[in-house]
Nanobody, 114 residues
Framework: VKLVESGGGLVQPGGSLRLSCVAS????????IGWFRRSPGKEREGVSCISSTDGRTVYADSVKGRFTISRDNAKNTLYLQMNGLKPDDTAVYYC????????WGQGTQVIVSS
């Protein structure tokens, strides 16, 4: 499966962005899917994910209450709605899908700065 992210950009603190991850080559229905991010000088961090079996969502403590992950199976797309953005959210955000293999997108840059 091929994953392509979009929706990143420059936003002021407190602002919002919605990231999208469009999949091709296979349907995402049976994949465990999620978002990771990597900030300069930091390790890659899991942000949020959705289970393929029961649709359960998990969020990192740092984004709980601010970010919402969702999927649109008809569009074969994963989303991450990010509200109340903080400078610490600045990172490259990656889409990830797991099923018999580990698949990654190329990433989309998010910069939160005034």
């Amino acid at each position: 499966v091929k994953l392509v992210e979009s929706g990143g950009g420059l936003v002021q603190p407190g602002g919002s962005l919605r990231l999208s991850c469009v999949a091709s080559g296979d349907t995402l229905d049976d994949y465990d899917i999620g978002w990771f991010r990597r900030s300069p000088g930091k390790e890659r961090e899991g942000v949020s994910c959705i289970s393929s079996t029961d649709g359960r969502t998990v969020y990192a403590d740092s984004v709980k209450g601010r970010f919402t992950i969702s999927r649109d199976n008809a569009k074969n797309t994963l989303y991450l709605q990010m509200n109340g953005l903080k400078p610490d959210d600045t990172a490259v955000y990656y889409c990830n899908a797991v099923r018999f293999g580990d698949y990654w997108g190329q990433g989309t840059q998010v910069i939160v700065s005034s």
